[in-house]
């Protein structure tokens, strides 16, 4: 008699022979890697501080993460190139540590489908803050990559009184070769203003972060840092993001370039 040819089906050899979680996850869950735009902002809960930040944020095949950071914390601001280790769970929220020079900054982030990150929040034990990321070009930077039209809105917080007031702004700009001239539709506390205002970018060498200073029609001056997000290299830059300098406003805000 020949033997008689028995065939599983899949579900039960799958059943039989699991996969490994770390495999399945991996599966699930693809990992990227690349260069990504950070900002967020939020609140130190236990001392009403507001915060602020940007981030460059490098993630490297061997699950490392390297990058540069400025931060607001009310009136003072710190920066700091770190380093630090990520991983992926089963969940698809990549776990994020930073060694900085001031502490162990976490953070967990939820993935899109191709890996990437999009929001995350920090869970530093008292603070609010969330996250939002958007993926960067492998490309230096120069200021005509933001040629053209850019607009944004942003919401912030200003200092009165020796408290934190709202403020909000909406700005339409264009940009030529790092000079720039637009407008501002702002309410500081709910007084309303629209005002015109010129100014320039200064890069740093072979890096994407420069800062920015601006003068408004009344001769304000506002100061910013700034990150170029940059795109595709024939398309330029995909906008900016920028963080208040100033120590009385701390506002942190995205320019899309059209």
Do not use: H
Request: with cysteine.
């Amino acid at each position: 008699m020949g033997l008689a040819r028995v065939v599983l089906p899949a579900a039960l050899l799958l059943a039989a022979f699991p996969v490994p979680a770390s495999q399945a996850a991996s599966a699930k869950c693809p990992s990227s890697t690349g260069r990504f735009a950070v900002w967020g902002a939020g609140v130190i809960a236990n001392r009403k501080t507001p915060t602020a930040r940007l981030m460059e944020e490098r993630w490297l095949p061997d699950g490392r993460v390297e990058g540069l950071i400025v931060e607001r914390r009310g009136q003072g601001e710190r920066r700091s190139a770190y380093t630090g280790q990520r991983t992926i769970g089963s969940n698809c929220v990549a776990v994020i540590q930073r060694t900085l020079p001031w502490g162990v900054d976490r953070s967990e982030v939820v993935l899109d489908g191709r890996g990437r990150p999009v929001y995350g929040l920090i869970r530093n034990t008292g603070q609010v803050l969330s996250e939002s990321w958007l993926p960067m070009a492998t490309d230096r930077c120069n200021s005509a990559n933001l040629n053209g039209l850019a607009v944004s809105r942003q919401v912030g917080l200003s200092q009165v009184n020796g408290g934190w007031s709202p403020n909000a702004v909406v700005q339409r700009e264009r940009w030529t070769n790092g000079s720039v001239e637009g407008i501002a539709l702002s309410s500081y506390g709910g007084d309303n203003e629209s005002v015109s205002y010129s100014g320039a970018l200064s890069l740093s060498p072979k890096s994407c972060w420069g800062t920015i200073q601006e003068t408004d029609q009344s001769g304000r001056t506002y100061n910013y840092s700034a990150l170029i997000v940059n795109g595709r290299r024939s398309k330029g830059a995909r906008g900016y993001l920028y963080l208040q300098r100033d120590p009385a406003d701390l506002t942190v805000g995205w320019l899309v370039r059209d």
